[in-house]
């Protein structure tokens, strides 16, 4: 069953631009993780965010993460033509058999 | 020092046939995992093991059929291949409520 839903679907933007996603959820989790896929490649990690945090920096990438509205937003500051792929959340659903629950992702494009 | 790798990158084969992706981690990761990633990038759990054991077994068909000889390996059987089984096949593993770590996907297409 899908949990998470980005938004927007597609994004794009110019090169030096801020780009925002954001990701909602139905349950209560554990922790809450974005991930970035390059075309034709496999996932990568991005950020894990624990349920008990509420932001969380890596280099250019800001997550934070609000658990009363049930949502996440990942912003990517200076924004790069390299930046350009699809964004997944996934969250860790709190009581689960450690099955992460995907949403359909966010495609961005970045102009050069 | 690639951290999952599967083998085939591709596989092309026609309907019928039976075939098998590889897949290993040198992470030291308890949990290793198979996904299916369709045409519109939904990727859908298959299954799951933690130290050899089943944990996660979706609703698949089952000519569908996980294999883990030991905690580094989990393979994947697919028997009686049909059209809709084409898609990209991507194994993961990770530690226990951490973030997964995707091998590079192997893109099948039957024909």
């Known amino acids: 069953s899908q949990q998470g839903e980005e938004d927007p679907q597609a994004l794009s933007i110019q090169e030096g631009e801020n780009a925002t996603m954001n990701c909602s959820y139905k349950?209560?989790?554990?922790?809450l993780q974005w991930y970035r896929q390059n075309s034709g490649r496999g996932l990568v990690h991005l950020i894990l965010?624990?349920?008990n945090e509420r932001e969380k920096h890596s280099g250019r990438l800001r997550v934070t993460l609000d658990t009363s509205k049930k949502s996440s937003s990942l912003l990517i500051t200076a924004s790069r033509a390299a930046d350009t792929a699809s964004y997944f959340c996934?969250?860790?659903?709190?009581?689960?058999?450690?099955?992460?629950?995907w949403g359909l992702g966010t495609s961005l494009a970045v102009n050069p | 020092d690639t951290a999952v790798s599967q083998t085939p990158k591709y596989l092309v084969t026609q309907m019928g046939n039976d075939k098998s992706i590889k897949c290993e981690q040198n992470l030291g990761h308890d949990t290793m995992y198979w996904y299916k990633q369709d045409s519109k990038k939904f990727l859908k759990i298959m299954f799951s093991y933690n130290n050899k054991e089943l944990i996660i077994n979706e609703t698949v068909p089952n000519r569908f059929s996980p294999k883990s000889p030991d905690k580094a390996h989990l393979n994947l059987h697919i028997n009686s291949l049909e059209l809709g089984d084409s898609a990209v096949y991507f194994c993961a593993s990770s530690q226990v409520r951490g973030g997964y770590t995707f091998g590079s996907g192997t893109r099948l297409t039957v024909v």
């Open positions: 349950t209560s989790i554990n922790n």
């Open positions: 996934a969250t860790d659903a709190a009581g689960n058999n450690r099955k992460l629950i």
């Open positions: 965010i624990r349920s």
